[in-house]
Protein backbone atom coordinates (compact mmCIF):
# COMPACT_ATOMS: atom_id res chain seq x y z
CA UNK A 1 0.00 0.00 0.00
CA UNK A 2 0.84 3.30 -0.53
CA UNK A 3 1.46 4.98 2.21
CA UNK A 4 1.32 9.19 0.65
CA UNK A 5 -2.33 7.84 -0.91
CA UNK A 6 -3.59 9.79 1.73
CA UNK A 7 -2.25 13.04 0.53
CA UNK A 8 -3.96 12.70 -2.86
CA UNK A 9 -5.85 15.78 -2.08
CA UNK A 10 -2.81 17.84 -1.19
CA UNK A 11 -1.16 16.89 -4.70
CA UNK A 12 -3.93 18.52 -6.51
CA UNK A 13 -4.30 21.21 -4.31
CA UNK A 14 -0.38 21.72 -4.37
CA UNK A 15 -0.32 21.42 -8.41
CA UNK A 16 -3.42 23.76 -8.68
CA UNK A 17 -1.12 26.59 -6.87
CA UNK A 18 1.84 25.46 -8.88
CA UNK A 19 0.41 25.61 -12.27
CA UNK A 20 -0.18 29.43 -12.47
CA UNK A 21 3.23 29.79 -12.84
CA UNK A 22 6.46 29.66 -10.53
CA UNK A 23 5.47 27.18 -7.29
CA UNK A 24 5.49 29.76 -4.56
CA UNK A 25 6.47 26.86 -2.30
CA UNK A 26 9.56 25.54 -4.63
CA UNK A 27 11.65 28.59 -5.24
CA UNK A 28 14.86 28.18 -5.52
CA UNK A 29 17.47 30.90 -5.15
CA UNK A 30 20.62 30.40 -7.08
CA UNK A 31 22.73 32.78 -5.41
CA UNK A 32 21.63 35.14 -2.64
CA UNK A 33 23.95 37.99 -3.49
CA UNK A 34 23.23 40.40 -0.30
CA UNK A 35 20.79 40.33 2.54
CA UNK A 36 18.24 42.20 0.03
CA UNK A 37 19.06 40.53 -3.71
CA UNK A 38 19.40 36.82 -4.92
CA UNK A 39 19.63 35.33 -8.20
CA UNK A 40 16.91 33.28 -9.78
CA UNK A 41 18.91 31.86 -12.60
CA UNK A 42 20.88 34.97 -14.04
CA UNK A 43 17.71 37.32 -13.10
CA UNK A 44 18.29 39.31 -10.15
CA UNK A 45 15.17 39.71 -7.62
CA UNK A 46 14.63 42.09 -4.67
CA UNK A 47 14.36 40.40 -1.47
CA UNK A 48 10.75 41.29 0.12
CA UNK A 49 9.96 38.31 1.98
CA UNK A 50 12.79 37.31 4.37
CA UNK A 51 13.28 37.47 8.39
CA UNK A 52 16.47 39.22 7.58
CA UNK A 53 14.98 42.40 9.64
CA UNK A 54 18.49 43.66 10.67
CA UNK A 55 20.45 42.69 7.58
CA UNK A 56 23.11 40.84 9.11
CA UNK A 57 23.07 37.98 7.46
CA UNK A 58 26.28 39.23 5.19
CA UNK A 59 27.70 41.44 8.17
CA UNK A 60 31.30 41.49 7.90
CA UNK A 61 32.24 41.08 11.40
CA UNK A 62 29.61 38.18 11.86
CA UNK A 63 30.69 36.27 8.51
CA UNK A 64 34.65 36.57 9.88
CA UNK A 65 33.98 34.98 13.53
CA UNK A 66 31.70 32.28 11.73
CA UNK A 67 34.71 31.57 9.11
CA UNK A 68 37.05 31.48 12.22
CA UNK A 69 35.36 28.89 14.07
CA UNK A 70 34.62 26.65 11.04
CA UNK A 71 38.75 26.84 10.76
CA UNK A 72 39.49 26.27 14.38
CA UNK A 73 36.59 24.14 15.37
CA UNK A 74 35.61 22.24 12.50
CA UNK A 75 32.40 21.52 10.79
CA UNK A 76 29.66 20.19 13.92
CA UNK A 77 30.11 19.46 17.41
CA UNK A 78 28.61 15.70 16.08
CA UNK A 79 26.56 15.58 19.29
CA UNK A 80 24.10 16.54 21.97
CA UNK A 81 24.49 19.07 24.42
CA UNK A 82 24.25 16.88 27.26
CA UNK A 83 26.80 14.84 25.74
CA UNK A 84 29.84 15.77 23.43
CA UNK A 85 28.27 18.61 21.73
CA UNK A 86 28.56 21.55 24.33
CA UNK A 87 31.79 24.24 23.48
CA UNK A 88 33.18 26.74 25.20
CA UNK A 89 31.52 28.61 22.70
CA UNK A 90 28.06 27.13 23.43
CA UNK A 91 28.13 27.85 27.35
CA UNK A 92 29.81 31.77 26.04
CA UNK A 93 26.86 32.65 24.25
CA UNK A 94 24.11 31.19 26.98
CA UNK A 95 26.12 33.76 29.00
CA UNK A 96 26.05 36.32 26.44
CA UNK A 97 22.05 35.89 25.73
CA UNK A 98 21.06 35.62 29.74
CA UNK A 99 22.97 39.42 29.73
CA UNK A 100 21.48 40.65 27.00
CA UNK A 101 18.17 39.71 27.91
CA UNK A 102 18.89 40.92 31.48
CA UNK A 103 18.16 36.98 32.38
CA UNK A 104 19.44 34.54 35.09
CA UNK A 105 19.83 31.65 32.92
CA UNK A 106 19.39 31.29 29.12
CA UNK A 107 19.47 27.75 27.21
CA UNK A 108 20.55 27.68 23.57
CA UNK A 109 18.47 24.90 21.26
CA UNK A 110 19.30 24.08 17.85
CA UNK A 111 16.62 25.91 16.07
CA UNK A 112 13.92 28.67 17.67
CA UNK A 113 11.30 25.73 16.17
CA UNK A 114 12.92 22.91 18.34
CA UNK A 115 13.45 25.98 21.43
CA UNK A 116 9.63 26.39 21.66
CA UNK A 117 9.07 22.24 21.48
CA UNK A 118 11.95 21.97 24.23
CA UNK A 119 10.60 24.54 26.62
CA UNK A 120 6.82 23.79 26.16
CA UNK A 121 7.26 20.03 26.49
CA UNK A 122 9.27 20.34 29.35
CA UNK A 123 7.55 23.35 31.49
CA UNK A 124 3.67 21.45 31.12
CA UNK A 125 2.88 18.31 31.54
CA UNK A 126 -0.48 16.48 30.63
CA UNK A 127 -1.96 17.76 34.11
CA UNK A 128 -0.77 21.66 33.15
CA UNK A 129 -2.81 24.28 30.55
CA UNK A 130 -1.47 25.80 28.05
CA UNK A 131 -2.86 28.96 27.12
CA UNK A 132 -2.21 29.74 23.68
CA UNK A 133 -3.17 32.93 21.28
CA UNK A 134 -5.10 31.61 18.20
CA UNK A 135 -2.64 32.86 15.89
CA UNK A 136 0.46 30.80 17.82
CA UNK A 137 2.78 29.89 15.49
CA UNK A 138 3.23 25.86 14.92
CA UNK A 139 5.82 25.55 16.73
CA UNK A 140 3.74 26.57 19.74
CA UNK A 141 1.24 23.98 19.15
CA UNK A 142 3.70 21.20 18.20
CA UNK A 143 4.94 22.37 22.06
CA UNK A 144 1.51 21.94 23.40
CA UNK A 145 1.28 18.15 21.92
CA UNK A 146 4.61 16.80 22.89
CA UNK A 147 4.03 18.58 26.38
CA UNK A 148 0.85 16.37 26.23
CA UNK A 149 -0.67 19.28 28.37
CA UNK A 150 -4.51 20.46 28.00
CA UNK A 151 -4.64 23.19 25.78
CA UNK A 152 -6.77 25.91 25.59
CA UNK A 153 -6.82 28.59 22.99
CA UNK A 154 -8.01 31.89 23.68
CA UNK A 155 -8.75 34.58 20.93
CA UNK A 156 -5.66 36.42 19.04
CA UNK A 157 -4.89 39.17 21.43
CA UNK A 158 -7.83 39.80 23.13
CA UNK A 159 -6.58 39.69 27.31
CA UNK A 160 -10.51 39.71 28.14
CA UNK A 161 -10.87 36.44 26.62
CA UNK A 162 -7.82 34.89 28.32
CA UNK A 163 -8.92 36.43 31.44
CA UNK A 164 -12.73 34.31 31.00
CA UNK A 165 -10.88 31.21 30.35
CA UNK A 166 -8.43 31.46 33.12
CA UNK A 167 -11.37 32.21 35.50
CA UNK A 168 -12.89 29.14 33.95
CA UNK A 169 -10.01 27.24 34.86
CA UNK A 170 -9.31 28.24 38.11
CA UNK A 171 -10.35 25.45 40.12
CA UNK A 172 -8.50 23.25 38.08
CA UNK A 173 -5.44 21.35 38.96
CA UNK A 174 -1.99 21.92 37.60
CA UNK A 175 -0.24 25.09 36.75
CA UNK A 176 -1.46 27.73 34.12
CA UNK A 177 1.16 29.26 31.10
CA UNK A 178 -0.08 31.64 28.90
CA UNK A 179 2.01 31.60 25.96
CA UNK A 180 1.74 35.11 23.21
CA UNK A 181 4.01 36.24 20.49
CA UNK A 182 5.81 39.80 20.45
CA UNK A 183 5.45 40.57 16.84
CA UNK A 184 2.83 37.71 14.96
CA UNK A 185 4.51 36.40 11.35
CA UNK A 186 1.72 37.10 9.20
CA UNK A 187 0.43 39.75 9.73
CA UNK A 188 2.81 42.16 11.87
CA UNK A 189 0.53 43.35 14.96
CA UNK A 190 2.11 42.86 18.47
CA UNK A 191 0.87 41.26 21.58
CA UNK A 192 -1.37 43.80 23.86
CA UNK A 193 1.51 42.56 26.34
CA UNK A 194 0.85 44.84 29.34
CA UNK A 195 -2.42 43.60 29.54
CA UNK A 196 -1.88 39.90 29.37
CA UNK A 197 1.07 40.37 31.93
CA UNK A 198 -2.14 41.89 34.24
CA UNK A 199 -4.42 39.37 33.21
CA UNK A 200 -1.60 35.96 33.95
CA UNK A 201 -0.72 37.92 37.82
CA UNK A 202 -4.29 38.19 38.98
CA UNK A 203 -4.98 34.54 38.08
CA UNK A 204 -1.49 33.06 39.42
CA UNK A 205 -0.60 32.03 36.06
CA UNK A 206 2.86 32.00 34.08
CA UNK A 207 3.63 33.73 30.79
CA UNK A 208 6.08 33.12 28.01
CA UNK A 209 6.67 35.42 25.08
CA UNK A 210 8.16 34.08 22.03
CA UNK A 211 9.72 37.47 20.58
CA UNK A 212 10.87 35.43 17.74
CA UNK A 213 10.32 38.24 15.36
CA UNK A 214 10.55 41.39 17.88
CA UNK A 215 13.76 40.29 19.18
CA UNK A 216 16.53 43.05 17.51
CA UNK A 217 13.46 44.96 16.31
CA UNK A 218 11.54 46.44 19.07
CA UNK A 219 12.70 47.88 22.57
CA UNK A 220 15.58 50.77 22.92
CA UNK A 221 17.89 47.88 23.18
CA UNK A 222 16.35 45.23 20.85
CA UNK A 223 15.02 42.98 23.63
CA UNK A 224 11.98 42.53 22.13
CA UNK A 225 8.07 43.55 23.01
CA UNK A 226 8.69 42.99 26.39
CA UNK A 227 11.62 45.87 26.89
CA UNK A 228 8.93 47.87 24.26
CA UNK A 229 6.53 47.71 26.56
CA UNK A 230 8.21 47.93 29.79
CA UNK A 231 6.83 44.61 31.76
CA UNK A 232 9.87 42.18 31.35
CA UNK A 233 9.29 41.29 35.13
CA UNK A 234 6.12 40.24 34.29
CA UNK A 235 6.88 37.69 31.58
CA UNK A 236 9.15 34.74 33.27
CA UNK A 237 10.01 32.77 29.87
CA UNK A 238 11.36 34.54 26.63
CA UNK A 239 11.72 32.52 23.82
CA UNK A 240 13.52 33.75 20.82
CA UNK A 241 15.25 32.52 17.59
CA UNK A 242 18.48 33.12 15.77
CA UNK A 243 17.05 32.54 12.25
CA UNK A 244 15.54 36.22 11.80
CA UNK A 245 17.58 39.53 13.18
CA UNK A 246 20.61 37.99 13.95
CA UNK A 247 20.30 35.69 10.21
CA UNK A 248 21.62 32.48 11.16
CA UNK A 249 19.95 29.31 12.53
CA UNK A 250 19.17 28.13 15.96
CA UNK A 251 16.92 29.16 18.97
CA UNK A 252 16.87 29.94 22.95
CA UNK A 253 14.73 30.11 26.18
CA UNK A 254 15.85 32.31 28.63
CA UNK A 255 14.00 32.70 32.22
CA UNK A 256 14.83 34.26 36.07
CA UNK A 257 12.87 31.15 37.48
CA UNK A 258 14.44 29.36 40.02
CA UNK A 259 16.22 25.49 38.60
CA UNK A 260 15.10 26.68 34.78
CA UNK A 261 18.44 24.86 34.26
CA UNK A 262 17.03 21.25 34.53
CA UNK A 263 15.23 22.44 31.64
CA UNK A 264 18.23 20.41 30.27
CA UNK A 265 17.62 17.48 31.73
CA UNK A 266 14.16 16.67 30.73
CA UNK A 267 13.44 18.85 27.46
CA UNK A 268 14.03 16.12 24.77
CA UNK A 269 14.16 18.45 21.86
CA UNK A 270 17.45 20.08 23.61
CA UNK A 271 18.70 16.55 24.62
CA UNK A 272 18.25 13.80 21.92
CA UNK A 273 19.56 16.31 19.12
CA UNK A 274 22.79 17.35 18.24
CA UNK A 275 23.77 21.13 19.00
CA UNK A 276 24.59 23.75 16.83
CA UNK A 277 27.95 24.34 15.12
CA UNK A 278 31.19 25.91 16.20
CA UNK A 279 30.40 28.43 13.48
CA UNK A 280 26.94 29.54 13.99
CA UNK A 281 27.55 29.99 17.61
CA UNK A 282 30.60 32.31 16.93
CA UNK A 283 28.36 34.50 14.14
CA UNK A 284 25.52 34.82 16.63
CA UNK A 285 27.25 35.35 19.51
CA UNK A 286 29.00 38.21 17.28
CA UNK A 287 25.48 39.47 15.90
CA UNK A 288 24.08 40.18 19.53
CA UNK A 289 27.23 42.27 19.86
CA UNK A 290 26.58 44.24 16.92
CA UNK A 291 22.94 44.43 17.66
CA UNK A 292 23.56 46.13 20.50
CA UNK A 293 26.39 48.41 19.11
CA UNK A 294 24.67 49.26 16.28
CA UNK A 295 21.35 50.51 17.26
CA UNK A 296 21.25 52.84 14.06
CA UNK A 297 20.27 49.53 12.28
CA UNK A 298 16.94 49.44 13.84
CA UNK A 299 16.70 53.42 13.33
CA UNK A 300 17.32 52.09 9.71
CA UNK A 301 14.35 49.55 9.70
CA UNK A 302 11.87 51.83 11.40
CA UNK A 303 12.69 54.54 8.84
CA UNK A 304 12.59 51.69 6.12
CA UNK A 305 8.99 50.41 8.03
CA UNK A 306 7.71 53.72 7.78
CA UNK A 307 8.41 54.60 3.98
CA UNK A 308 6.97 51.16 2.99
CA UNK A 309 3.59 50.82 5.11
CA UNK A 310 2.83 54.35 4.01
CA UNK A 311 3.48 53.80 0.54
CA UNK A 312 1.48 50.79 0.31
CA UNK A 313 -1.37 52.83 2.34
CA UNK A 314 -1.16 55.32 0.63
CA UNK A 315 -2.30 52.78 -2.64
CA UNK A 316 -5.00 51.83 -0.72
CA UNK A 317 -3.95 48.44 0.23
CA UNK A 318 -5.64 46.24 2.99
CA UNK A 319 -2.99 45.92 5.62
CA UNK A 320 -2.07 44.45 9.26
CA UNK A 321 -3.08 46.79 11.81
CA UNK A 322 0.33 48.25 12.47
CA UNK A 323 3.07 49.70 10.37
CA UNK A 324 5.55 46.69 11.43
CA UNK A 325 8.52 45.29 10.07
CA UNK A 326 6.23 43.01 8.37
CA UNK A 327 3.30 43.76 5.68
CA UNK A 328 1.32 42.02 4.72
CA UNK A 329 -1.38 42.44 1.74
CA UNK A 330 -4.86 40.69 2.12
CA UNK A 331 -5.89 39.26 -1.21
CA UNK A 332 -9.29 38.79 -1.95
CA UNK A 333 -8.96 35.44 -2.93
CA UNK A 334 -6.82 32.30 -3.25
CA UNK A 335 -6.67 32.91 -7.16
CA UNK A 336 -5.73 36.53 -7.43
CA UNK A 337 -2.58 35.78 -4.29
CA UNK A 338 -1.23 33.39 -6.55
CA UNK A 339 -1.43 35.72 -9.42
CA UNK A 340 -0.42 38.40 -7.50
CA UNK A 341 2.93 36.81 -6.13
CA UNK A 342 4.02 34.98 -9.60
CA UNK A 343 3.36 38.96 -11.42
CA UNK A 344 5.51 40.33 -9.09
CA UNK A 345 7.98 37.56 -8.78
CA UNK A 346 8.03 38.04 -12.90
CA UNK A 347 8.57 41.61 -12.07
CA UNK A 348 11.96 40.61 -9.99
CA UNK A 349 10.30 41.53 -6.28
CA UNK A 350 9.84 38.18 -3.83
CA UNK A 351 7.57 38.26 -1.57
CA UNK A 352 6.50 35.26 0.56
CA UNK A 353 2.74 33.84 -0.59
CA UNK A 354 0.76 32.67 3.01
CA UNK A 355 -2.12 30.61 2.33
CA UNK A 356 -4.78 28.18 4.20
CA UNK A 357 -3.80 27.31 7.46
CA UNK A 358 -0.66 29.34 7.83
CA UNK A 359 -2.89 32.67 7.64
CA UNK A 360 -4.84 34.40 10.70
CA UNK A 361 -8.39 33.30 9.60
CA UNK A 362 -7.25 31.04 6.47
CA UNK A 363 -7.03 34.11 4.53
CA UNK A 364 -4.81 34.72 1.46
CA UNK A 365 -2.05 36.76 2.15
CA UNK A 366 0.92 38.20 0.72
CA UNK A 367 3.34 38.60 3.58
CA UNK A 368 6.33 40.84 2.97
CA UNK A 369 9.25 42.19 5.37
CA UNK A 370 11.28 45.26 5.76
CA UNK A 371 15.09 44.77 6.48
CA UNK A 372 17.45 47.48 7.59
CA UNK A 373 19.89 46.88 4.47
CA UNK A 374 17.18 47.94 2.04
CA UNK A 375 17.98 51.21 0.77
CA UNK A 376 14.92 53.84 -0.39
CA UNK A 377 15.57 53.29 -3.63
CA UNK A 378 14.91 49.14 -2.99
CA UNK A 379 11.83 50.26 -1.40
CA UNK A 380 10.95 52.93 -4.21
CA UNK A 381 10.43 50.16 -6.72
CA UNK A 382 8.86 47.49 -4.46
CA UNK A 383 6.26 50.22 -4.02
CA UNK A 384 6.07 51.09 -7.49
CA UNK A 385 5.94 47.30 -8.73
CA UNK A 386 3.38 45.96 -5.92
CA UNK A 387 1.13 49.05 -6.71
CA UNK A 388 0.96 48.43 -11.05
CA UNK A 389 0.41 44.63 -10.06
CA UNK A 390 -2.22 45.44 -7.58
CA UNK A 391 -4.00 47.72 -10.24
CA UNK A 392 -3.42 45.26 -13.38
CA UNK A 393 -5.67 42.66 -10.79
CA UNK A 394 -8.22 45.22 -10.02
CA UNK A 395 -7.19 44.59 -6.01
CA UNK A 396 -6.93 48.76 -5.60
CA UNK A 397 -11.02 48.81 -6.98
CA UNK A 398 -11.61 45.77 -4.76
CA UNK A 399 -10.61 47.10 -1.94
CA UNK A 400 -11.38 50.67 -2.44
CA UNK A 401 -14.69 49.37 -2.43
CA UNK A 402 -14.64 47.83 0.80
CA UNK A 403 -15.19 44.11 -0.01
CA UNK A 404 -12.60 42.50 1.01
CA UNK A 405 -11.25 44.35 4.63
N1 LIG B 1 8.37 31.25 16.60
C1 LIG B 1 7.82 32.06 15.69
C2 LIG B 1 6.81 33.06 16.15
C3 LIG B 1 8.20 31.98 14.35
O1 LIG B 1 7.65 32.81 13.45
C4 LIG B 1 9.17 31.02 13.97
C5 LIG B 1 9.66 30.90 12.54
N2 LIG B 1 8.95 31.47 11.55
C6 LIG B 1 9.69 30.18 14.92
C7 LIG B 1 9.28 30.32 16.24
C8 LIG B 1 10.68 29.12 14.56
O2 LIG B 1 11.93 29.65 14.39
P1 LIG B 1 13.03 28.97 13.47
O3 LIG B 1 12.61 29.18 12.04
O4 LIG B 1 14.26 29.70 13.82
O5 LIG B 1 13.07 27.52 13.82
Request: glycine share 10%.
Amino acid sequence: MNVLAKYRKLREAHAAVASAGQDPFGVVFDRVISATEALIGDRRVLLLGTNNYLGLTFEESCVAAGVEALRTEGTGTTGSRIANGSYGGHSGLERRLAAFLKRRSAMVFSTGYQANLGALAALAGPKDHLLLDADSHASIYDGAKLAGAQVTRFRHNDPEDLRRRLRHLSSQPGEKLVVVEGIYSMLGDTAPLRDFVEVKREAGAWLMVDEAHSLGVLGENGRGLAEAEGCEDGVDYVVGTFSKSLGAVGGFCASDVEDFDLLRLTSRPYMFTASLPPSVIASVTRAIEVMESQPLRRVRLQRNVRHFHSGLQAAGFSLGPVASPVASIRCPDQETAILFWNRLLAEGVYVNLALGQATPEGKPLLRTSMCAEHTPEQIDHALATITAVGQSLGMLDTFAAGTAA
